[in-house]
């Protein structure tokens, strides 16, 4: 058993209660979380291949954070679950679409659900070694992301991309190793009105942080 | 690393795959999913207080489903999760609307989330020593379930009611603690147009199964 607050606030031995969480994927708000980040443009130098783009778009920055997280976890236990909604801005930089830094988690062997709420997007899923997918992700579509998969979230279209995600509270994340590689193995560039995955010619291989 | 199928299905090394899901909630069905179980009328023998209600509702039974469950799991690690769909026929025996069997989680530390898809319910939990609560679900809303806490939804609308649900795969599921308690503490019944909850009065605390 965990402890959680009395409606006096004073914590009691006793189960943590339920949480009722509102989605709101259209404003990007998850009612009823208990955390919040935010990731503006100036957080993503080396993101993205072109830096003159980057640059150029750093230049003319309104200051709104590009992607952010609202999250719940009240858990701290081998049991509890992190959920939450990830809301990225669309946009374009150079010839890749807006994307998260993306992440493998620090307890590799964890899994990962997202589920699409709004917008459309893709996630691009690396295995540490192997293969490289890229997936749609929207409403009514969902995807698993077993262990020991790199991702991230990519907006192809022209709206929010709003998903919803639930994963086990003692993953962690480890956001360096894309970095450390040289980014992704895929990437997911404009293409006609569309997009389409090239290969990422600076990809070189990924280190799992135990052994960096 | 688990082990993963290849396309001509001979195991070797690496992470499983990633796994796309497609939600149908108005026709009950998840594609990309991997298991099905289905609960019929006949399988739910005192689960409502009015055995003759419900006795009356067998004999003109049409012999499908009354709810279901279409899920994915493809990790057995212990960072794998399985994610489904539950889907429950609206109705009401007797006084009481609709209802799944209703669990503890046979690891009761484990946590789960529950997504409301489409129809309106609401889901009733128990702490196993502790509150009783009766929270709502449907589209935009989702309720996370903590370790410890007795769950179950139940149809309070006129139409199905889906939810997508998402928990550890190692968690696995007490069916048989609601019956051993002389089911849960609270009940849903009709009231007017609406819902309202009464205490059951057969409630005589739970029992877990370790110590049964």
Known sequence: MSTGPTSAGV????????VL?????EIGELGGSNARYEKFLTDLEGLYRDADAYREQLAGDDGRPVYWVESSQTEDGPGGLI?????LEPGVVGTE?????????????RSEL???LSGHG?????AVEGDSRVVEIGPGQAVYVPGHWVHRSVNT??????????????????????ERAGGMKSLVVVDGDGWSVQPNPDHRGYELAERA
């Open 21 to 25: 969480l509102a989605l709101r994927p």
């Open 122 to 126: 893709v996630m691009i899923l690396d």
């Open 11 to 18: 914590p009691t031995a006793g189960p943590v209660p339920p």
């Open 157 to 178: 279209g022209t709206e929010r991309l709003s998903t919803l995600f639930c994963y086990a509270g003692d993953a962690g994340q480890d956001y360096g190793i894309i």
């Open 83 to 87: 959920t939450g909604i990830s809301v």
């Open 114 to 116: 997202y589920v699409g």
């Open 97 to 109: 679409y807006a994307m998260t830094r993306g992440h493998l988690h620090a307890i590799s062997d």
